[in-house]
């Protein structure tokens, strides 16, 4: 687990309203964060069957035509 160690900034009736964290631990929660999304972009359907090669060129050939 990460040892964040946070401040808080507060309002003028002491409530938090926002959290300051140093650059070294956010740049840490960055990186968990896009590994975390990285690794559920690559998560495969195992439902879905691979292309071949020519359904696979068509379907490249259609994503650059989008450009």
Known sequence: MLNLHPNYLTDEDNN????????????KIEEV????????????DTNEKPLE????????KKLKKKK
């Open 33 to 44: 964060l896009e590994n975390y999304s990285l690794d559920k972009l690559m998560e495969v």
């Open 16 to 27: 938090k309203v926002a959290v300051q964290l140093s650059i070294k631990t956010y740049k």
């Open 53 to 60: 090669l020519n359904e696979a060129k068509a379907f490249y």
